[in-house]
């Protein structure tokens, strides 16, 4: 009975790990007084196109464009011309099928009743499920140098819908859950 259960567990935590929702990491450059980036623009006034027709979808790019400015102004930046910009944005987004399965189970039981006692195994076959991740990457530039300052990336599990309120829900969380890293904290 022990086994069953330790088994329970093992595939619920499975389940919800692979559920979860948006992975993000970041880079920078060590020693950057980030304090003096508050006003940006982007980097290109056009997404460069990735031949990918449903990456290179203007609707989208707008839907990023305006969260990450969105998100950038909470953080106390303001968003300028490129001339008088401190630093300057630019995103990427990719798409990658992905192919997730559940491990084989094995379950026993055993009973008691009236005409006896019982037993059985059961097996589980695995299930295999297809999807696709993207991959939102946000580079932040020095304006004067060029240089590289930040990058910050998420990936998650897409869910292509055909309702443009649940599109821009979904980019809203993945450029706010890369954007929560920005700045990096002193203590990193």
Do not use: H
């Not at 880079?27 to 006003?39: L, M, S």
């Not at 006034?45 to 989208?60: F, T, W, Y």
């Amino acid at each position: 009975m022990r086994i069953v259960k330790m088994a329970f567990y093992l595939i619920i935590v499975v389940t919800l790990g692979g559920c979860a929702g948006v992975r993000v990491s970041q880079d920078y450059e060590p020693g950057t007084d980030f304090a003096i980036y508050k006003t940006f623009d982007w980097k290109s006034a056009v997404q460069p196109q990735a031949g990918n027709i449903r990456i290179d979808n203007p609707l989208l790019d707008g839907r990023i464009r305006k969260a990450v400015e969105l998100a950038l102004v909470a953080k106390g930046c303001r968003k300028t011309d490129r001339v008088s910009a401190d630093f300057l944005v630019e995103y990427s987004l990719a798409v990658q099928a992905k192919i997730d399965s559940s491990p084989v189970s094995i379950g026993t039981g055993y009973g008691i009743g009236g005409g006896g006692s019982f037993g059985g195994i059961g097996v589980g076959t695995p299930v295999v499920d297809s999807y696709e991740e993207g991959l939102l990457v946000i580079n932040l530039y020095d304006t004067k140098t060029g240089q590289l300052i930040w990058r910050g990336s998420g990936t998650r599990r897409l869910g292509w819908q055909s309702d443009p309120a649940k599109n821009t829900e979904e980019v809203n969380t993945l450029v706010d859950k890369v954007l929560a890293q920005y700045p990096p904290s002193s203590k990193s």
